[in-house]
T-cell receptor, first 114, second 110 residues
């Protein structure tokens, strides 16, 4: 199993500003992912954080809005840039060690943009 | 890409009764199908998973069935208890990427 520490757990931000969310895993993992979960909705994959290379973004998400870093196999950050109220959501970090194995999630960051 | 549909969106059952949630997927290459439970304000947690080489898997009161030909899989919870009340998500995976269903809110009435 993997223990994931994600911070901050919540934040209230002014529109137009940026917030960086950190995800720390207690062991080296192959794949790290960032999801968005809007209130009462499912999990939508934003991007796959690749160690040593640029993240792979899903349709509808772009690097300028959600820049991601993955400096090593245990850490990643997601930045939500130039925020608007529509960015208010829960952002979740997730990791998988191998294919066809359990995905573990961080506790999430509840972001409110005012 | 993979598209996962989940039904019903809400499910209310009497304590002790069974609950069934159904999902369909679109990509025949998907080979891993987990189910996650998410309680209010908490992170999703795996409750059971099944791989494409298996048709059925059971863990105490929870079971999952998979029909690869029809591309659908189901979660069965027997003898439901109040602590089973939560949102349940099915997912399908090929390689590393998980695609989630829309979720089912299960309420167990005492």
């Amino acid at each position: 199993s993997a223990v994931i520490s994600q911070k901050p757990s919540r934040d209230i931000c002014q529109r137009g500003t940026s917030l960086t969310i950190q995800c720390q895993v207690d062991s080296q993992v192959t794949m790290m992912f960032w999801y968005r979960q809007q209130p009462g909705q499912s999990l939508t994959l934003i991007a796959t954080a690749n160690q040593g290379s640029e993240a792979t973004y899903e349709s509808g998400f772009v690097i300028d809005k959600f820049p991601i870093s993955r400096p090593n196999l245990t850490f990643s950050t997601l930045t939500v840039s130039n925020m608007s109220p529509e960015d208010s959501s829960i952002y979740l970090c997730s990791v998988r060690g191998e294919m066809n194995t359990e995905a573990f999630f961080g506790q999430g960051t509840r972001l409110t943009v005012v | 890409g993979e598209n996962v549909e989940q039904h019903p969106s809400t499910l209310s059952v009497q304590e002790g009764d069974s609950a069934v949630i159904k999902c369909t997927y679109s990509d025949s290459a998907s080979n891993y199908f987990p189910w996650y439970k998410q309680e209010l304000g908490k992170r999703p947690q795996l409750i059971i998973d099944i791989r494409s080489n298996v048709g059925e898997k059971k863990d105490q009161r929870i079971a999952v069935t998979l029909n690869k030909t029809a591309k659908h899989f189901s979660l069965h919870i027997t003898e439901t208890q109040p602590e089973d009340s939560a949102v349940y998500f099915c997912a399908a995976s090929y390689y590393y990427k998980l695609s989630f269903g829309a979720g089912t809110t299960v309420t167990v009435r005492a």
